[in-house]
């Protein structure tokens, strides 16, 4: 028989065709082209008290201490709940903007490619053909 090729460890690779690093940045650029009208938008309804009062600015605490805090309570739900990373990319789009909309727009459309990135890169991992994977991360 023949012998088994005890070095390889990890999943198997799957072949890159040519244009594959062509193919990410495109729909890295589609999934900001996608959300890029939100640019220019306002905060809207629990926003601005979530985003900028509570949360990202009006408070006394340090940036660390959204680890410590949860969301207050604003009348959407009973009990407030706790999201310290996305309270801190609040805080930091805060630091960054002063409250202005556009930080928070951006970091969301960011969000968004990477999101699309990854669901590419799980699609690929998975052994889907290239095409297929990027047709699914483009209509992500």
Same mark, same amino acid.
Do not use: C, M
């Given at each position: &028989?023949?012998?088994? !090729?005890?070095?390889?460890? &990890?999943p198997p690779t799957v072949d890159t065709p040519p244009w594959w690093n062509r193919a990410r940045i495109a729909i890295a650029l589609l999934?900001?082209?996608?959300?890029?009208?939100?640019?220019?938008?306002?905060? +809207?309804?629990? !926003?601005?008290?979530?985003?900028?009062?509570?949360?990202? /600015?009006?408070?006394?605490?340090?940036? +660390?201490?959204?680890?410590?805090?949860?969301?207050? !309570?604003? &009348?959407?739900?009973?009990?407030?709940?706790?999201?310290? +990373?996305?309270? +801190?990319?609040?805080?930091?789009?805060?630091?960054? &903007? /002063?409250g202005a909309p556009l930080p928070y727009h951006v970091t969301n459309i960011l969000l968004h490619i990477l999101a699309t990135l990854a669901?590419?890169?799980?699609?690929?991992?998975?052994?889907?053909?290239?095409?297929?994977?990027?047709?699914?991360?483009?209509?992500?």
């Amino acid at each position: &028989g023949q012998a088994l !090729d005890h070095e390889a460890s &990890g999943p198997p690779t799957v072949d890159t065709p040519p244009w594959w690093n062509r193919a990410r940045i495109a729909i890295a650029l589609l999934a900001a082209l996608a959300y890029t009208p939100s640019l220019w938008n306002q905060l +809207l309804s629990d !926003d601005a008290p979530v985003l900028v009062q509570h949360i990202a /600015g009006e408070s006394s605490h340090p940036a +660390l201490d959204v680890f410590k805090h949860k969301y207050p !309570d604003i &009348g959407a739900t009973d009990a407030p709940y706790y999201r310290p +990373l996305t309270a +801190l990319s609040f805080y930091l789009d805060r630091a960054i &903007g /002063g409250g202005a909309p556009l930080p928070y727009h951006v970091t969301n459309i960011l969000l968004h490619i990477l999101a699309t990135l990854a669901l590419l890169s799980v699609a690929r991992r998975f052994s889907l053909p290239a095409a297929q994977a990027a047709w699914a991360a483009a209509r992500r």
